[in-house]
């Protein structure tokens, strides 16, 4: 099982290629995400020049990927799911990231329900220690993501340290929760008292 980090830049086009596809595949024709994509690829708005990938290779094949976004410029969470906070600002600080487009099985392995469903895998595990890791080592103190409802609990279980921000709140078929998520370089966290979150 191997690892490897970086832009799309640093990462190159051909594996990009891969992870496109890949999230095409998993996201798009398994959990079938109503997502805006074509040509068997899919990337967004957040896919910019400082978004950082990782990617898992089993037996030379991409078996896992996750995308890391600054909380300093726009993210997923901020636009599109700010809800889930619970009416607390979005984060805005180097110290916080985002986590997205997690899969940690091989496309042809998805079964249904969501790419987190398979946290107690080996490989899922590996890869969001990996995943950390990367964000640790460009300043991270935690990741937020958005999840499905008991991914916390999974993660827990895996050996993480995460907790559930805001109420879950229903998009589509899913049952979605904001989750932050430890980094090895984790300090705590808290809401001040106009509801913005800070750094202890």
């Not at 191997?2 to 398994?30: C, H, N």
């Not at 300093?72 to 985002?98: C, H, I, K, M």
């Not at 487009?101 to 469903?117: C, D, H, Y």
């Not at 279980?157 to 929760?177: E, M, N, Q, W, Y």
Request: hydrophobic fraction near 45%; aromatic fraction near 8%.
């Amino acid at each position: 099982m191997d690892f490897v980090s970086g832009t799309a830049k640093q990462l190159g086009p051909a594996l990009m290629q891969r992870i496109a596809r890949y999230r095409y595949q998993v996201f798009v024709e398994q959990l079938d995400w109503p997502l805006a994509c074509s040509n068997g690829v899919e990337l967004d708005q957040f896919d910019q020049l400082d978004t950082l990938y990782v990617a898992a290779h089993v037996s030379g094949k991409l078996a896992g990927i996750a995308r890391l976004l600054p909380t300093t410029r726009p993210y997923l969470l901020g636009e599109v799911f700010p809800q889930l906070l619970g009416g607390d600002a979005p984060p805005a600080s180097a110290r916080v990231w985002e986590l997205s487009r997690f899969a940690a099985t091989p496309p042809e392995g998805v079964q249904s329900g969501n790419a987190f469903g398979h946290m107690s895998s080996a490989l899922a595990v590996q890869l969001l220690a990996e995943t950390l890791t990367a964000a640790a080592n460009r300043g991270a103190a935690h990741l937020i993501t958005v999840s499905p409802l008991g991914v916390e609990r999974l993660l827990r279980k895996a050996g993480f340290t995460a907790r559930r921000v805001g109420v879950p709140h229903i998009s589509g078929r899913d049952c979605l929760i904001a989750c932050w998520i430890d980094t090895p370089a984790a300090v705590s966290l808290r809401p001040n008292y106009a509801g913005q979150f800070e750094l202890a």
